[in-house]
């Protein structure tokens, strides 16, 4: 026979509801952009999918490069 005591009961919707959180939305981090056409470079943050930051260049960029270790992006521009 199964008892189940107040205890339990009072106690199990908590216990089901516990993993019901909401989870991050995104990836932490960001993605450095290249724009070629608005000559510069952005910065997304991946967490919050969001613009952190437009790098005007003055040239327009073809690739961009990150480097964890010296924490710098470095945009690569044929035309200058």
């Known amino acids: ?3 189940i005591s107040r205890r339990d009961l ?3 919707p908590f ?3 516990a993993g019901c959180r909401p989870k991050p939305a995104g990836f932490p981090g960001y993605a450095f952009v ?3 056409d608005g000559q ?3 910065a997304v943050d991946l967490n919050a999918f969001v613009l952190t930051r437009h790098v005007p260049l003055g040239a327009s960029p073809t ?3 990150a480097s ?3 924490k710098t992006v ?3 521009t044929p035309q200058s």
């Open 15 to 17: 216990a089901l509801f």
């Open 63 to 65: 690739a961009v490069a």
């Open 1 to 3: 026979m199964l008892v």
């Open 10 to 12: 009072l106690v199990s």
């Open 40 to 42: 510069g470079g952005a």
């Open 74 to 76: 470095y945009a690569l």
């Open 34 to 36: 290249a724009n070629e």
């Open 68 to 70: 964890s270790a010296r």
